[in-house]
């Protein structure tokens, strides 16, 4: 990869994460407070990579400013437990998440020694 390719990467990348704070600012405080509050959940347990994360922070705020032109209330988004929400809205995006690779690792954790399980039964 040439040092061009990874600088258009990158400030392409800043490019969208600057609309998108820019959009988020636009919200109206309560919808701003929520995408905020989500926002930093996402930057621990959300997409790892710079175009996968651009993505699913430009669908969020598509989302919030949906339901704040709609005046659909915060809730009605999230529901009765924001970290569901959230960790469904994280699974579109899921691609290369340490956090998705960990649970794969886990579940194929479990599936190994459950055969070694039955292994010792026959």
């Known amino acids: ?3 061009s390719d990874i600088a ?18 636009q919200l109206p405080a309560n919808y ?3 995408v905020e ?6 930057m621990f347990f959300g997409a790892a990579d710079g175009d996968t994360a651009a993505s699913m922070y430009e669908d969020l ?4 400013e949906r339901a704040a032109a709609d005046g659909t209330p ?3 988004i999230v529901g009765a437990d924001p970290v569901d929400f959230v960790d469904t809205f994280i699974q579109n995006y899921s691609k290369g ?7 794969e690792r886990l579940t194929n ?5 459950e055969g070694l399980d039955e292994g010792k039964r026959s």
């Not at 509050?37 to 996402?42: F, G, I, Q, S, V």
């Not at 705020?61 to 919030?64: G, M």
């Open 61 to 64: 705020i598509d989302l919030f």
């Open 74 to 76: 915060i809730r009605e």
């Open 109 to 113: 954790g479990i599936e190994r020694a």
């Open 97 to 103: 998440g340490w956090i998705t690779r960990e649970r």
């Open 37 to 42: 509050a989500l926002e930093r959940y996402l």
């Open 32 to 34: 701003r407070a929520a």
């Open 1 to 3: 990869m040439k040092i």
């Open 8 to 25: 258009t990467k990158v400030i392409g990348d800043k490019r969208r994460w600057r609309a998108y704070k820019a959009r988020t600012r």
